[in-house]
């Protein structure tokens, strides 16, 4: 049995039962934030009670805005981007824009096409994480005019807008707390470096910071892994077939320290007694683990919301100014203590 047809609702419609004009009405839909709160929301009632859906090619052609705004992101599995993609999401949202997402798994030919995709469709604008992108991808941005902007790393570390932290001096917090506590071997656990500029940048740091302290950090003390957490207790046991276990592990991110305080548990190795652990992100879990993870603070949420104020002020013609650096924090808790090679 068939549905018949329902007559398309018009924006008129609308505006007779809001008890405004269609003019208003456009203005709260299409540009919600130059009506009051109360407003919008009789309008949006109006609409939602009478079906009515804007066309949206139409309101593209005449605007020459689509009101939505793309992310594309590495992977969805590590928890830091997803914090910003609802970040970015929650502030477009407030102006009336919508997000369309896309991963690529570390894979810069997956990232091209998903960028392409996207600006096809007609895009406002692009969030990208990382400052290390194709030839083709930037090519392919300039050509068509859209706005982008990189996170995840400080703007020093590119010509193009670029919202984020810097990732060595990151490094740089993790050494040098676990030296001060006393830890002289230290490996590292890291992510695939692939398409990666964020952990290549953090190695570089770590092995800068283990210099200045005087401390070598030889290649069988680094272990690169997925952020899966077998492959991740995985890359646990690669670093005891290497040789004596270090003291202390700096982990590329906080699902990495998870994995890796699984397994030294499940061996039965005490940490922090017999082997200090630490994180990056401060996920929300973090505080809730036994023992509680030491780690960093990142700005999770305030790149996604900067990197979404950035692009809709671009959209706009607004000026917008970028801060140099977003600040970091180291969060001590349980993982973390002097090392104790006797029992």
Do not use: C
Not at 64 to 88: H, K, W, Y
Not at 272 to 277: E, V, W
Request: overall charge positive; proline content about 6%.
């Amino acid at each position: 049995m068939s549905i018949a047809a329902r007559p398309k609702v018009r924006l008129e419609e609308v505006a007779r039962m809001a008890g405004v004009s269609a003019a208003t009405v456009s203005r709260a839909l299409n540009t919600p934030g130059l009506v009051s709160p109360e407003l919008r929301a009789r309008v949006d009632n109006a609409a939602r009670t009478l079906g009515y859906v804007a066309h949206g090619a139409a309101r593209a052609l005449a605007s020459r805005r689509s009101r939505v705004l793309g992310a594309v992101v590495p992977t969805l599995a590590n928890t830091i981007f997803s914090e910003a993609i609802s970040a970015f999401q929650h502030r477009l949202e407030a102006d009336g824009y919508t997000m369309l997402l896309a991963t690529f798994e570390y894979d810069e030919a997956v990232e091209y096409r998903n960028v392409r995709t996207m600006v096809e469709r007609g895009v406002d604008g692009l969030m990208l994480v990382g400052v290390s992108h194709g030839k083709a991808l930037y090519d392919l941005l300039a050509a068509s005019g859209t706005p982008f902007v990189q996170t995840w790393a400080p703007p020093k570390a590119s010509p193009y807008p670029t919202i984020g932290y810097d990732n060595a001096a990151l490094a740089r917090i993790v050494v040098d707390h676990l030296v001060g506590l006393g830890h002289r071997d230290i490996g590292v656990i890291a992510g695939l470096t692939g398409h990666n500029d964020r952990v290549r940048a953090r190695i570089a740091g770590i092995r800068a910071a283990m210099r200045r302290h005087r401390l070598p950090l030889p290649a069988e003390r680094v272990v690169y892994t997925s952020y899966r957490i077998d492959a991740v207790r995985a890359a646990f046991r690669e670093m005891q077939q290497r040789g004596p276990m270090p003291t202390a592990l700096a982990a590329n991110n906080d699902i990495v320290a998870l994995g890796l305080l699984l397994e030294a548990q499940a061996q039965g190795i005490r940490v922090p007694r017999q082997l200090s652990i630490v994180g990056v992100g401060d996920l929300e879990m973090a505080g809730h683990l036994h023992p509680p993870l030491t780690t960093i603070r990142t700005p999770k949420r305030s790149i996604g919301t900067l990197a979404a104020e950035y692009l809709l002020a671009r959209v706009g013609d607004r000026p917008i100014g970028l801060p140099a650096e977003l600040p970091l924090e180291l969060v001590v808790r349980g993982t973390t203590a002097p090392p104790h090679r006797k029992d």
